[in-house]
Protein backbone atom coordinates (compact mmCIF):
# COMPACT_ATOMS: atom_id res chain seq x y z
CA UNK A 1 0.00 0.00 0.00
CA UNK A 2 0.91 3.97 -0.14
CA UNK A 3 3.30 5.04 2.37
CA UNK A 4 3.71 8.35 4.16
CA UNK A 5 3.93 10.67 2.08
CA UNK A 6 5.10 14.55 2.72
CA UNK A 7 4.34 17.47 0.47
CA UNK A 8 5.86 20.21 -0.58
CA UNK A 9 9.50 17.58 -1.25
CA UNK A 10 11.38 21.21 -1.51
CA UNK A 11 10.75 24.57 -0.13
CA UNK A 12 12.57 27.85 -0.15
CA UNK A 13 11.74 30.93 1.50
CA UNK A 14 12.66 34.02 3.00
CA UNK A 15 13.89 34.82 6.64
CA UNK A 16 10.27 36.01 8.17
CA UNK A 17 7.97 34.40 6.30
CA UNK A 18 5.69 31.29 7.88
CA UNK A 19 5.76 27.92 5.82
CA UNK A 20 3.36 24.93 6.46
CA UNK A 21 4.33 21.32 5.89
CA UNK A 22 1.81 18.39 5.07
CA UNK A 23 2.28 14.87 6.07
CA UNK A 24 -0.08 11.84 4.85
CA UNK A 25 0.58 8.65 7.29
CA UNK A 26 -0.11 5.57 6.57
CA UNK A 27 -3.98 4.86 6.17
CA UNK A 28 -4.86 3.21 9.57
CA UNK A 29 -1.70 4.33 11.43
CA UNK A 30 -2.90 6.23 14.67
CA UNK A 31 0.44 7.46 15.70
CA UNK A 32 2.12 10.16 13.85
CA UNK A 33 5.93 11.94 14.35
CA UNK A 34 7.50 14.99 13.40
CA UNK A 35 11.48 15.19 13.37
CA UNK A 36 13.94 17.70 12.15
CA UNK A 37 17.06 16.59 10.63
CA UNK A 38 19.86 19.13 10.21
CA UNK A 39 22.34 18.42 8.08
CA UNK A 40 24.54 15.76 8.44
CA UNK A 41 22.57 15.57 11.86
CA UNK A 42 20.54 12.96 13.61
CA UNK A 43 16.92 12.86 14.14
CA UNK A 44 15.37 15.68 16.30
CA UNK A 45 12.25 14.40 17.57
CA UNK A 46 9.78 17.94 17.66
CA UNK A 47 6.22 16.00 18.59
CA UNK A 48 3.84 13.35 17.98
CA UNK A 49 0.25 12.47 17.51
CA UNK A 50 -1.42 9.36 19.31
CA UNK A 51 -5.53 8.90 18.25
CA UNK A 52 -7.20 11.91 19.61
CA UNK A 53 -4.71 12.05 22.68
CA UNK A 54 -3.23 15.21 23.75
CA UNK A 55 0.12 15.67 21.36
CA UNK A 56 2.80 15.92 23.45
CA UNK A 57 4.64 18.84 22.22
CA UNK A 58 7.94 18.43 24.22
CA UNK A 59 10.08 19.04 21.51
CA UNK A 60 8.92 21.88 19.69
CA UNK A 61 12.07 23.96 19.44
CA UNK A 62 10.24 27.23 20.53
CA UNK A 63 6.86 28.94 20.13
CA UNK A 64 7.15 29.43 16.27
CA UNK A 65 6.81 25.89 16.20
CA UNK A 66 3.20 24.12 15.92
CA UNK A 67 1.42 21.51 14.36
CA UNK A 68 -2.12 20.12 13.71
CA UNK A 69 -3.30 16.48 13.04
CA UNK A 70 -7.07 17.09 11.56
CA UNK A 71 -9.68 13.79 11.60
CA UNK A 72 -6.51 11.99 13.44
CA UNK A 73 -4.70 11.00 9.68
CA UNK A 74 -3.70 14.15 8.11
CA UNK A 75 -0.80 16.65 10.21
CA UNK A 76 0.29 20.09 9.44
CA UNK A 77 3.71 21.46 10.67
CA UNK A 78 3.60 25.11 10.62
CA UNK A 79 6.86 27.59 11.19
CA UNK A 80 6.42 30.77 11.33
CA UNK A 81 8.72 33.57 11.23
CA UNK A 82 10.96 31.42 9.83
CA UNK A 83 14.91 32.02 10.77
CA UNK A 84 18.20 30.71 8.72
CA UNK A 85 18.37 28.35 11.90
CA UNK A 86 15.03 26.34 10.75
CA UNK A 87 16.53 25.37 7.77
CA UNK A 88 16.82 21.50 7.68
CA UNK A 89 15.12 18.62 6.27
CA UNK A 90 11.98 17.46 8.19
CA UNK A 91 10.42 14.21 8.90
CA UNK A 92 7.18 12.52 9.20
CA UNK A 93 6.62 8.87 10.56
CA UNK A 94 3.78 7.30 11.35
CA UNK A 95 2.97 3.96 13.42
CA UNK A 96 0.55 1.36 13.35
CA UNK A 97 -2.63 0.76 16.32
CA UNK A 98 -2.01 -0.90 19.13
CA UNK A 99 -2.42 -4.29 18.72
CA UNK A 100 -0.25 -4.75 15.76
CA UNK A 101 2.67 -6.78 15.15
CA UNK A 102 4.41 -3.75 13.54
CA UNK A 103 3.14 -1.18 16.66
CA UNK A 104 6.73 0.25 17.47
CA UNK A 105 7.99 0.45 13.94
CA UNK A 106 8.23 3.83 12.60
CA UNK A 107 7.39 4.37 9.05
CA UNK A 108 9.00 7.72 7.67
CA UNK A 109 7.96 9.55 4.58
CA UNK A 110 10.51 10.83 2.07
CA UNK A 111 11.06 14.60 3.98
CA UNK A 112 10.84 18.08 3.24
CA UNK A 113 13.63 20.13 2.65
CA UNK A 114 13.14 23.58 3.83
CA UNK A 115 15.77 26.25 2.80
CA UNK A 116 15.02 29.65 4.81
CA UNK A 117 17.11 32.65 2.77
CA UNK B 1 15.54 13.27 30.57
CA UNK B 2 16.09 10.44 28.04
CA UNK B 3 19.09 10.27 26.62
CA UNK B 4 20.48 7.69 23.40
CA UNK B 5 24.15 8.11 23.09
CA UNK B 6 25.89 6.25 19.85
CA UNK B 7 29.38 6.30 19.00
CA UNK B 8 31.30 6.40 16.59
CA UNK B 9 30.05 9.60 15.01
CA UNK B 10 31.65 8.08 11.64
CA UNK B 11 33.07 4.72 10.71
CA UNK B 12 35.06 3.49 7.79
CA UNK B 13 35.64 -0.41 6.69
CA UNK B 14 37.30 -2.15 3.87
CA UNK B 15 34.51 -4.48 2.06
CA UNK B 16 34.52 -7.95 3.60
CA UNK B 17 35.36 -6.16 6.97
CA UNK B 18 32.82 -5.83 10.10
CA UNK B 19 31.52 -3.25 11.67
CA UNK B 20 30.43 -2.68 14.83
CA UNK B 21 27.94 0.68 16.18
CA UNK B 22 27.75 0.93 19.88
CA UNK B 23 24.58 2.92 21.79
CA UNK B 24 23.76 3.24 25.62
CA UNK B 25 20.60 4.80 27.02
CA UNK B 26 19.40 6.38 30.00
CA UNK B 27 15.94 5.50 30.21
CA UNK B 28 15.21 2.18 32.39
CA UNK B 29 12.10 1.74 31.25
CA UNK B 30 13.19 1.42 27.62
CA UNK B 31 12.40 -2.35 26.71
CA UNK B 32 12.40 -2.19 22.64
CA UNK B 33 15.53 -1.15 20.69
CA UNK B 34 15.26 -0.33 16.86
CA UNK B 35 17.58 0.16 14.36
CA UNK B 36 17.58 2.47 11.27
CA UNK B 37 19.45 3.03 8.40
CA UNK B 38 19.08 6.01 6.24
CA UNK B 39 20.77 5.89 3.03
CA UNK B 40 21.83 9.40 1.26
CA UNK B 41 18.95 11.42 0.25
CA UNK B 42 16.37 8.62 1.43
CA UNK B 43 14.24 8.08 4.22
CA UNK B 44 15.01 5.96 7.55
CA UNK B 45 13.77 2.53 7.39
CA UNK B 46 13.85 -0.17 10.12
CA UNK B 47 16.36 -2.90 9.52
CA UNK B 48 15.96 -4.80 12.62
CA UNK B 49 15.05 -4.45 16.12
CA UNK B 50 15.21 -6.79 19.25
CA UNK B 51 13.43 -6.21 22.59
CA UNK B 52 14.67 -6.35 26.14
CA UNK B 53 13.61 -10.38 26.90
CA UNK B 54 16.15 -10.96 24.20
CA UNK B 55 19.91 -10.52 24.66
CA UNK B 56 21.11 -11.20 20.65
CA UNK B 57 18.45 -11.09 17.39
CA UNK B 58 20.41 -12.19 14.14
CA UNK B 59 18.93 -11.42 10.23
CA UNK B 60 21.51 -12.35 8.00
CA UNK B 61 24.57 -10.42 8.07
CA UNK B 62 23.31 -7.87 10.87
CA UNK B 63 22.82 -9.07 14.39
CA UNK B 64 21.95 -6.84 17.52
CA UNK B 65 23.37 -7.65 20.51
CA UNK B 66 21.81 -6.09 23.97
CA UNK B 67 23.02 -5.86 27.91
CA UNK B 68 19.93 -4.26 29.32
CA UNK B 69 22.07 -4.19 32.52
CA UNK B 70 24.45 -2.36 31.16
CA UNK B 71 22.04 -0.64 29.08
CA UNK B 72 24.09 -1.42 25.95
CA UNK B 73 23.15 -2.28 22.76
CA UNK B 74 25.27 -3.14 19.43
CA UNK B 75 24.95 -3.30 15.41
CA UNK B 76 27.23 -6.14 14.36
CA UNK B 77 26.91 -5.81 10.20
CA UNK B 78 29.47 -8.57 9.17
CA UNK B 79 31.18 -9.03 5.52
CA UNK B 80 30.20 -5.13 4.62
CA UNK B 81 29.23 -4.35 1.16
CA UNK B 82 29.41 -0.70 -0.48
CA UNK B 83 25.52 -0.67 -0.50
CA UNK B 84 25.78 -0.91 3.65
CA UNK B 85 27.38 2.53 3.16
CA UNK B 86 24.58 4.54 5.07
CA UNK B 87 23.85 6.46 8.34
CA UNK B 88 22.39 4.03 11.05
CA UNK B 89 20.22 5.45 14.09
CA UNK B 90 19.69 3.71 17.04
CA UNK B 91 16.97 4.28 19.09
CA UNK B 92 15.16 3.24 22.17
CA UNK B 93 11.28 2.90 23.51
CA UNK B 94 9.24 2.44 26.32
CA UNK B 95 6.39 0.22 24.57
CA UNK B 96 4.39 1.13 26.95
CA UNK B 97 4.30 4.44 25.24
CA UNK B 98 4.60 6.11 22.22
CA UNK B 99 8.00 8.09 22.35
CA UNK B 100 11.18 7.23 20.65
CA UNK B 101 14.70 8.77 21.30
CA UNK B 102 17.56 8.22 18.52
CA UNK B 103 20.91 8.31 19.02
CA UNK B 104 22.90 10.86 16.55
CA UNK B 105 23.69 8.29 13.81
CA UNK B 106 26.62 6.65 12.44
CA UNK B 107 27.93 7.56 9.22
CA UNK B 108 29.31 4.28 7.62
CA UNK B 109 31.58 4.30 4.47
CA UNK B 110 32.61 0.85 3.00
CA UNK B 111 35.23 1.18 0.94
CA UNK B 112 35.20 -1.46 -1.69
Known amino acids: GAGVSQSPSNKVTEKGKDVELRCDPISGHTALYWYRQSLGQGLEFLIYFQGNSAPDKSGLPSDRFSAERTGGSVSTLTIQRTQQEDSAVYLC???????????????FGPGTRLTVL | GENVEQHPSTLSVQEGDSAVIKCTYS??????FPWYKQELGKRPQLIIDIRSNVGEKKDQRIAVTLNKTAKHFSLHITETQPEDSAVYFCAAKDTGGFKTIFGAGTRLFVKA
Open chain 2, 27 to 32: DSASNY
Open chain 1, 93 to 107: ASSPRWGTSRVNEQF
